[in-house]
Antibody, heavy 118, light 112 residues
Framework: EVQLVESGGDLVQPGGSLRLSCAAS????????MYWIRQDPGKGLVWVSR????????IYADSVKGRFTISRDNAKNTLFLQMTSLRVEDTGVYYC???????????WGQGTLVTVSS | DVVMTQSPLSLPVTPGEPASISCRSS???????????LFWYLQKPGQSPQLLMY???NRASGVPDRFSGSGSGTDFTLKISRVEAEDVGIYYC?????????FGQGTKVEVK
């Protein structure tokens, strides 16, 4: 069964940086777009970023553009999110998700908590 | 951005009874290929979201047939024919046609 395991979440001060990782298994990782999606403390879901199969095309939500960078290592079946200049409003659980082939996430990881606070 | 509006936001249900959730988008979700890029997810307590329905009315793998989806254009509905205790959680609609992908606020389904 598809497995996505996120890591790297932590408590960080405003202006700080963090790198999230997502280890994928049980599917052909390099055949699929991948996503990062944040769940706010109030439970709202916010799409953050998407990367294509070979990493040549990325797209971001306006709120994170210029601060976050999505990347992937297909040799290691791993997705990354480099987060810089973090803001309080970036706080939440970050999920990585696999594309279902219809411009939608189908499988989601268990999430990793990022807390931005002084 | 496309705004997705769900109603109700809270839905107390009685096991065995039907339930219905509405989702409205601020723009059409109809792709040139004829499919509406409207999806439903369920987040059970303590779990990550799971895909329920794709393209309005197609059940994802393993989803029971008591779940059904309908609608077109900008108005969509998720129905549960007979609610079971395992159906509690937060239901989200999501549009996948326009970037950024956007989600509804969520509808919390609880057993009465």
């Amino acid at each position: 069964e598809v497995q996505l395991v996120e890591s790297g979440g932590d408590l960080v001060q405003p202006g700080g940086s963090l790198r999230l990782s997502c280890a994928a298994s049980a599917f052909n990782f390099n055949n699929y777009h991948m996503y990062w999606i944040r769940q706010d403390p109030g439970k709202g879901l916010v799409w953050v970023s998407r990367i294509n199969q070979d990493g040549s095309a990325t797209i971001y939500a306006d709120s994170v553009k210029g601060r976050f960078t999505i990347s992937r290592d297909n040799a290691k079946n791993t997705l990354f999110l480099q987060m810089t200049s973090l803001r309080v409003e970036d706080t939440g659980v970050y999920y990585c998700a696999k594309d279902g082939g219809r411009s939608n996430p189908d499988y989601w990881g268990q999430g990793t908590l990022v807390t931005v606070s002084s | 951005d496309v705004v997705m509006t769900q109603s109700p936001l809270s839905l107390p249900v009685t096991p065995g009874e039907p339930a219905s959730i509405s989702c409205r988008s601020s723009q059409s979700l109809l792709h040139d290929n004829g499919y509406h890029y409207l999806f439903w997810y369920l987040q059970k307590p303590g779990q990550s979201p799971q895909l329920l329905m794709y393209w309005i009315s197609n059940r994802a793998s393993g989803v029971p047939d008591r779940f059904s989806g309908s609608g077109s254009g900008t108005d969509f509905t998720l129905k549960i024919s007979r609610v079971e205790a395992e159906d509690v959680g937060i239901y989200y609609c999501m549009q996948g046609l326009h970037i950024p992908l956007t989600f509804g606020q969520g509808t919390k389904v609880e057993v009465k």
